[in-house]
């Protein structure tokens, strides 16, 4: 069975950058998508992007110019950077296993709190 | 984007029959995935392309649509399944999802 956990800081300073990790037991991440979706106080929730089993990514349009997100896979990790956070983005941060070809994301992490805080 | 509408909240009595609504403001063929969450919990899979139960959801959950307007359907509504439910689209770029809904028990 796939497994996701979250891992990284809770409080990140306004201007710095966020980065989390994803660590993934139970399956190989040189196979199908991964991604990073967040929610926010209020319940909005935003897809964010996603790697694929060949290290290809993608990108929400609305970060293409903050986000990364980059792979290890002899730890069997990918990560999350985000680049000039501001209060804004102060929301739970999810991985997920993305699907092939609908692209539907069947398994989650248990998702990370970040508050973006001075 | 494409925006994903759903009704904010609905409250049905256990043993009832409830229809969760999800309106795209342009086509996602048949691209809509419905999730549960509970508080303090991740989001699960319960619904993908419009019409297929994930594996180990219980029969009572349904989906229907295509194009724009789709519909997740829970008969009969058990106590557990009290949570928020997101329909998401994965057919246009950037993927979206509705606002969720939250269903209460009477």
């Known amino acids: 069975e796939v497994q996701l956990q979250e891992s990284g800081p809770g409080l990140v300073k306004p201007s710095q950058s966020l980065s989390l990790t994803c660590s993934v037991t139970?399956?190989?991440?040189?196979?199908?998508?991964w991604g990073w979706i967040r929610k926010f106080p209020g319940n909005k929730m935003e897809w964010m992007g996603y790697i694929s089993y060949s290290g290809s990514t993608s990108y929400n349009p609305s970060l293409k110019s903050r986000i990364s997100i980059t792979r290890d896979t002899s730890k069997n990790q990918f990560f999350l950077q985000l680049n000039s956070v501001t209060t804004e983005d102060t929301a739970t941060y999810y991985c997920?296993?993305?699907?092939?070809?609908?692209?539907?994301?069947?398994?989650w992490g248990q998702g990370a709190s970040v508050t973006v805080s001075s | 984007d494409t925006v994903l509408t759903q009704s904010p909240a609905l409250a049905v009595s256990p043993g009832e029959r409830v229809s969760i609504s999800c309106r795209a403001s342009?086509?996602?063929?048949?691209?809509m995935h419905w999730y549960q969450q509970k508080p303090g919990q991740q989001p699960k899979l319960l619904i993908y392309?419009?019409?297929n139960l994930a594996s180990g959801v219980p029969a009572r959950f349904s989906g229907s649509g295509s194009g724009t307007d789709f519909t997740l359907t829970i008969d009969p509504v058990e106590a557990d399944d009290t949570a928020t439910y997101f329909c998401?689209?994965?057919?246009?770029?950037?993927?979206?999802f509705g606002a969720g809904t939250k269903l209460e028990l009477k």
């Open positions: 997920a296993r993305v699907g092939y070809s609908s692209h539907v994301m069947d398994a």
């Open positions: 998401q689209q994965s057919w246009n770029d950037p993927y979206t």
């Open positions: 139970g399956y190989s991440i040189t196979s199908n998508y």
């Open positions: 392309k419009a019409s």
């Open positions: 342009e086509g996602v063929n048949s691209y």
